[in-house]
């Protein structure tokens, strides 16, 4: 399969702060693909620099075989490179169905979102079942589903998340990884942040662990789950 998204030597600096310092990475289309590692490795900051939320300072980002590193954050939306905002950034005074509708809003073909709305409150019924109260009332879980399904709203090629399961009970972590796992199935391309390392990689085709804002480990999700360096890193030996 080609590479959806292709990332050659991505740098991103605050200041004189250097957070990545040159990674290259491959997005596999139909793919999970987990980008791993403690904190501070700069995940977070390669995710903003995808979404062109943060300038890059050198590299190239190529989606769908374009450059899309100089784009605004709508354009690269539209271009259909969509995170999912972190649980807690949905907008707790609106109502399930406001924060759905927003998801929507870059999208030029308004014809189609009510059939993608009914789609969504498919797979997330305890969304349709709250679709007039606020999101602030929603569990930590429901607000986690909610961001995700206001990313599907906005019809991804790409969907982006900065680790989905922080602050979430470990029953309610195995149910966001099952819904990746699922939509992944259903043919989404998914980058996955995150910290939770064993489950991240265990739904993942490929993976990549980045320490001090460099790529150190490239390999399937399964050959990394049994390497012995992130044995010792990352699963407590
Ligand atoms: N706004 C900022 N200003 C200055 N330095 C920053 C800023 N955001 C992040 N950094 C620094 O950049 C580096 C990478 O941070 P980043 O948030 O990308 O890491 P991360 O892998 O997402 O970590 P975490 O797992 O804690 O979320 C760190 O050294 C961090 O301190
Ligand atoms: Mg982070």
């Excluded at 169905?97 to 308004?110: C, I």
């Excluded at 990884?177 to 064993?198: D, H, M, S």
């Excluded at 662990?209 to 044995?231: C, F, H, Q, S, W």
Aim: net charge neutral.
């Amino acid at each position: 399969m080609s590479a959806l998204l292709e990332v050659t030597g991505l740098e991103v600096a605050y200041g004189h702060i250097e957070a990545v310092k040159g990674i290259d990475f491959k997005l596999k289309e139909g793919e999970i693909t987990s980008l791993v590692g403690a904190n501070g490795a700069g995940k977070s900051t390669t995710l903003l620099a995808l979404s062109g939320l943060i300038k890059k300072a050198k590299g190239s980002i190529k989606f769908e075989g374009e450059e899309v590193g100089g784009l605004a954050p709508h354009q690269v939306v539209q271009r259909g490179l969509v995170q999912v905002a972190e649980g807690r950034a949905t907008l707790t005074t609106m109502s399930v169905r406001e924060n759905l509708e927003l998801g929507a809003y870059t999208r030029k073909d308004r014809g189609n979102i009510k059939a993608d709305l009914d789609r969504v409150l498919q797979r997330f019924p305890r969304l349709a079942e709250r679709l007039d109260q606020f999101a602030g009332n929603l569990s930590g879980g429901e607000q986690q589903m909610l961001a995700i399904g206001r990313a599907l709203m906005a019809r991804p090629r790409l969907l982006l998340l900065d680790e989905p399961s922080m602050g979430l009970a470990p029953i309610i972590v195995q149910d966001i990884f099952r819904t990746l796992k699922e939509i992944n199935a259903e043919g989404l391309t998914i980058f996955l942040v995150e910290q939770n390392v064993r489950q991240a990689l265990k739904i993942a085709q490929h993976g990549y662990v980045l320490e001090n804002g460099k790529i150190v480990l490239d390999d399937t999700g399964r050959n990394l789950l049994g390497n012995p360096r992130v044995l010792e890193a990352y699963l407590g030996g």
